[in-house]
C-alpha cells in the first residue's frame, strides 16, 4: 500500500505504471471525467463502455468484450459510482475480475465511497484477484477525502498487486517522492480513532437521500436510486431540450440552484443531473423541490433514451 497525495493522485501513478502511448484504458460512461483526463495526460487513449439506464447504470460484460482491442490495457472500476451513485454486486465483479483476466488486462478500482453503501455491501474487484505475484492484476484506489471529510488535506491510498513494489517506488519518488506528514498523522488520527463520524456521515446521506427521491418521485421525475456514495442520478429530459449542460447553467441563473450536467460525466449523460446529496436536508429539500415536475403523460418515460434504454442517434 502506497500512501499518496489523494485518491486522483493515486489513479495517475496506476496509469503512469501501466499506460503507454497509444494504449487503451476501458472507462465507463457516464463515469468521473478524470478517468478520461488522466489517461490523456499520458498519451493513452480511454474508450468509454456504456451504462445504459435500461440496465440501471451497470455494465454488461459482453459490451465491455466487444470493446477490446490488442491496444487494450486497463479496465477502470468505480463502485460506488461518482455520479450515478450505482454499486457492483458480488456477482458482477468477480466476472468482471474474470473478464480482464481473459484478456489479461489491468484493473484500476476507485473506491472512494467504499464507506458509503446503503442495504447493499460493497464488493472490491480485489477480493477475487490472485495473491500471486505475476497474476495479480488489480490496483485499489482509496481515499480519507469521502469516508472522513478530509478532502484539503489531500490523502488517500493505493493497493497495488504484490511484485510490482520498486516499480511503483519509482514512480512515486519521480512525481511526489513523498506526502506531507502533518496529513499522515491527520489521517493516522482519523484511522485510529472513533468512527462514530463515519456512521453519522453515512445516515446523513442516506436520510437525504431518501429525502430528494420523495420528492422527484412526486415531481414525476425519474431517477436512478442511489446505492453508495452520495449522489443522485436524475433524468430531467423533459426540460432540458437535448443539452443538459446549457439547461443546468440557465437553471442556476434562474432558481439560485446547481447541479452537475449529465455529459460533464460522459455521452449517455444527455438529459440527466447529477444531485449531491451532501448538503443540509433543508437546502437540499429546498433545491430539488424547485425543479419542474413531468407531465404525467411523460413521466417514467426518458426522451433521452430509446426503447432498449441506448440513447438514440
Known amino acids: ?166 516499480r511503483m517506488n519509482n514512480v512515486m519518488e519521480a512525481i511526489v517522492s513523498c506526502v506531507a506528514s502533518p496529513s499522515q498523522y491527520a489521517a493516522l488520527a482519523a484511522l485510529t480513532g472513533p468512527q462514530d463520524y463515519v456512521a453519522h456521515a453515512r445516515s446523513h446521506y442516506r436520510a437525504n437521500r431518501d429525502a430528494a427521491s420523495a420528492i422527484l418521485t412526486s415531481k414525476g421525475i425519474p431517477f436512478l436510486s442511489a446505492q453508495g456514495a452520495f449522489y443522485l442520478w436524475a433524468d430531467v429530459s423533459h426540460v432540458s431540450g437535448g443539452n443538459v449542460r446549457a439547461w443546468v447553467q440557465q437553471f442556476l441563473a434562474e432558481s439560485g440552484v446547481s447541479f452537475a450536467p449529465g455529459t460533464a460525466f460522459g455521452s449517455i449523460g444527455e438529459g440527466w443531473i447529477r444531485v449531491a446529496l451532501c448538503a443540509s436536508q433543508a437546502d437540499l429539500v429546498e433545491g430539488v423541490g424547485r425543479l419542474p415536475a413531468r407531465a404525467p403523460a411523460t413521466a417514467g418515460v426518458s426522451p433521452a433514451t430509446g426503447t432498449d434504454g441506448q440513447p438514440d442517434q
Open 1 to 166: 500500500m502506497y500512501i499518496v497525495d489523494g485518491a486522483q493522485q493515486g489513479l495517475h501513478f496506476a496509469m503512469s505504471l501501466l499506460l503507454a502511448p497509444g494504449d487503451e484504458i476501458l472507462i465507463p460512461n457516464p463515469g468521473y471525467p478524470t478517468f478520461a483526463m488522466t489517461s490523456r495526460l499520458l498519451h493513452a487513449v480511454p474508450v468509454g463502455y456504456p451504462l445504459y439506464p435500461a440496465q440501471d447504470f451497470q455494465p454488461r460484460i459482453e459490451d465491455i468484450e466487444a470493446l477490446i482491442t490488442e491496444r487494450t490495457r486497463v479496465l477502470m472500476l468505480n463502485s460506488p459510482s461518482n455520479p450515478l451513485g450505482a454499486v457492483l454486486g458480488e456477482d458482477l465483479t468477480r466476472r468482471l475480475v474474470e473478464l480482464a483476466r481473459r484478456h489479461d488486462l489491468w484493473i484500476i478500482s476507485d473506491e472512494c465511497y467504499e464507506a458509503f453503501t446503503y442495504d447493499v455491501p460493497h464488493v472490491s474487484p480485489a477480493r477475487f484477484d490472485s495473491a500471486v505475484p505475476g497474476e495479480a492484476r488489480v490496483f485499489t484506489s482509496l481515499t480519507l477525502s469521502k469516508t472522513y471529510g478530509l478532502t484539503g488535506l489531500r490523502i488517500g491510498a493505493l493497493v497495488c498487486p504484490p511484485g510490482l513494489e520498486q
